[in-house]
């Protein structure tokens, strides 16, 4: 049975916008990104699981309007189809615990715009239902408040995500190359969908080569499910 791995809480701020870099240029050179529109997130999954590297590879799979439909119904009362549930255990039997990630701008709190209008509870608590119903051996860590269409925050949800990818890598001798697969749904909100993965992938890179003289390059695909 899956359990949730970390703290669901609201992200606050911890600092203001991120400084550049004055070897900015060199990180870019270690991180590629590639968007890849799909019909479906079967369809998605079907891809990654025919090019994901086996071993040296992590997967975030975002929630409202990729596990669930993209009615807007779905953002206060989520649900998830039987394709999609048979597809993202098809994702759990692929990565080993702690690969596979869910991710999503929600935040959990207080907030009345979070509980009353968004229902974050009820996602949750779908999400929890999700991985319950899986015979995954592991955890599946949620990586909550993330904000994804703004850039260079330093915020509690980006910091968690960036120490579990970093402590991974780490944990497990990943060596030379690491893949990231992302799904994620289309949406005209917000800047370019690239910035934040590369931001993410940026900031591990810099801590592994920084803080444990360790070099990788990453590589992002980002399967982008467009709803027909």
Not at 202 to 225: N, W
Request: contains cysteine.
């Amino acid at each position: 049975m899956s359990t949730l791995e970390g703290e669901i809480r609201a992200s606050s701020f911890t600092g203001d916008f991120a400084s550049e870099s004055e070897n900015e240029p060199l990180e870019k050179e270690s991180v590629t990104y590639e968007a890849i529109e799909v019909n479906s997130f079967t369809q998605a999954v079907e891809q990654i699981l025919l090019k994901s590297d086996e071993k040296q590879s992590f997967c975030f799979v975002d929630f409202d309007q990729t596990l669930t439909g993209s009615e807007l119904r779905n953002v206060r009362d989520p649900q998830i189809s039987d394709e999609v549930k048979e597809s993202f255990n098809k994702l759990l039997r692929k990565f080993s615990p702690g690969r596979l990630c869910l991710t999503t701008n929600r935040g959990y709190g207080s907030s009345v715009l979070s509980n009353l209008v968004f229902r974050t509870d009820k996602a949750l608590e779908k999400m929890t239902e999700l991985l319950e119903e899986s015979s995954y051996p592991g955890t599946v860590p949620i990586f909550l408040g993330l904000k994804k269409q703004i850039p260079n925050l330093k915020i509690n949800g980006r910091e968690e995500l960036i120490k579990h990818l970093t402590e991974f890598i780490l944990h497990n001798n990943f060596d030379g190359h690491v893949d990231i697969s992302m799904i994620e749904d289309y949406s005209l909100l917000g800047l370019d969908r690239s910035v934040f993965p590369k931001e993410i992938a940026r900031e591990v890179h810099k801590k592994l080569k920084e803080e444990h003289d360790k070099v990788v390059t990453i590589s992002i695909k980002d399967y982008v499910l467009k709803h027909k």
